[in-house]
């Protein structure tokens, strides 16, 4: 009987090397940098790279069951959409994803200005921060990052690569740029110094 | 009932409620550190406390001491408010204060403009969890790596013992012959001067220098020098590099003699 592989592939010479990224995907449990992978197959960056290529037209929406994203600055297997209803059958929806308002606006100001202490997001927010960032931490969406420099300085903190990954952001820098929220901002400023002209008056 | 009296017993301080006012007034503690609403509930606890005891029942009327015992109590905590809040946003209240209509408009305007960038960015991330809610992933603790081993490359023990032997054997003694005394001994220099200047009574240093070798002018200098340091000769020289006269000095000058005489 013929000794050939059941699914029937288009050799390539990348296909030794791109079977061992894949075994290595499958073990891991966070995402894998290009860097950590290249170490682990003993091989160059640039052929690890276009074997991840090869990898990723096998691993597809469509395609396969588990696809290959390049998240949280490394890459990582994930289920297909189609499998989401019976995965959510049989796993719980990760905690991360239920997240309050103030939550929410608090991760928006540790991943646009972070590394960034309690008081700068209680004086951004005007509100206190101290029971949202103990809860941020506890989901492992944020981290310490250091203290400030003045002396006795606040707790910094910065996002942690979990954060990319529940947001499916492969960076910080696929965040929409902050200046582009900035649509009426003009507005209340009018109307502020309207208002200070009258009491000015 | 007295106010000022009232035995409060908190995180950051124990005693009556007139110390804690003097201490924080005296900045001894610091405002921050107490816990207002604790103070509150001492008083609420002392007035109950003290309902019963009269009336046998918590519900009762508050009678017209207690009433003013009520109000100046709360002129004092609403007054350790203040303080307390006036502490904690201590800059920013002075920076505002400071600030021009104009000014603080614009300053309002861009903490506004501030918080509302941050409720859009929020939107954006609660929208993106929205679109993202359909992927399944692992996620698990940091991945271990294999613990780094550092082999040890085979060695032939005969080579350990050869090492072993040469540390356990006595060194051999240290050999001192390359650093034997090239030059006559200082008291030969010695005797030598002091039976030239017997006969003679002086010298020049140069003329008796001969054929010595460097380091032998060098050890006859020396010898001159502690004939100089004993007090037998006198050593001359009129300039720098000029010759060196040696003459003996008289013994019966010498200090010993002339401080026996003049005493």
Known sequence: ?201 | MRVAELELDLEAFEGPLDLLLTLVLKEEIDLAEIDVAGIVLAFIEEMLGRDRSENGAAECELGESDLEACGEFLVLVSALLELKARLLFDDEAAELAELEPEEAAEELARRLAAYRRTKEAAAWLASRLEQERDRFFRLGPAPLRPPVSRPVAPHDPAALVAALRVLATPPQAVSLAHMALRYPPLEQFVQRFRSLLAGRGRFDFENELGELSRVEQAVAFLALLELGRLGEVAIKQAAPFAPIRVERRDTERSPAWTSARSA
């Open chain 1, 1 to 201: 009987m013929d000794e050939r592989p059941l699914r029937l592939i288009t050799s390539s010479p990348l296909d030794a090397l791109a079977r061992i990224v894949e075994a290595l995907l499958v073990v891991a449990s966070a995402p894998l940098p290009l860097e950590d992978l290249a170490a682990a197959a003993d091989d160059d960056v640039e052929r690890v790279e276009a074997a991840l290529r090869l990898v990723g037209e096998r691993h597809s929406e469509g395609r396969s069951g588990i696809v290959l994203e390049h998240v949280a600055g490394g890459y990582a297997f994930r289920a297909s959409r189609e499998a989401a209803g019976a995965c959510s059958r049989l796993f719980e929806r990760p905690v991360q994803r239920s997240l309050s308002q103030a939550a929410l606006e608090t991760l928006a100001i540790v991943a646009y200005l972070g590394p960034c202490t309690r008081p700068e997001i209680t004086r951004i927010r005007g509100v206190a921060a101290e029971a949202t960032v103990a809860n941020l931490l506890e989901r492992g969406l944020i981290a310490e990052a250091g203290r400030d420099d003045a002396p006795g300085g606040a707790i910094r903190y910065r996002v942690t690569p979990l954060f990319e990954r529940v947001f499916g952001l492969a960076s910080l820098a696929e965040l929409p740029r902050l200046d582009d929220f900035d649509n009426d901002v003009e507005t209340i400023r009018e109307r502020l110094h309207v208002v200070a002209a009258q009491r000015g008056a």
